[in-house]
């Protein structure tokens, strides 16, 4: 049961973040321009930064319902073999 939670999350997180990358000039007109962005990447430098962030942000919500997460943030709580 923990697992179609955890698969449900993922999913709907997902969902967000792919929706997020599809309304980017929605949520660039929030947000403003990126100066920091601007000056490094020059004129689509926010747009770049924030397609990814979201992207990693994905990859990180993909990996969430297979315990990837715990692999990466708690290796030393695994055991590996005993």
């Given at each position: 049961m923990e697992l179609l939670v955890d698969l449900f999350y993922a999913?709907?997180?997902?969902?967000?973040?792919?929706s997020l990358i599809k309304y980017r000039r929605n949520v660039k007109s929030w947000?403003?321009?990126?100066?920091?962005?601007?000056?490094i990447i020059w004129s689509?430098?926010?747009y770049v930064v924030m397609?990814?962030?979201?992207l990693f942000m994905i990859f990180l919500w993909v990996l969430y319902p297979f315990w990837g997460m715990d692999l990466i943030v708690w290796?030393?709580?695994?055991?590996?073999?005993a």
């Open positions: 999913v709907l997180l997902i969902v967000w973040g792919v947000t403003g321009n990126w100066l920091w962005a601007e000056k689509w430098g926010t397609i990814l962030i979201w290796p030393s709580t695994i055991d590996v073999g």
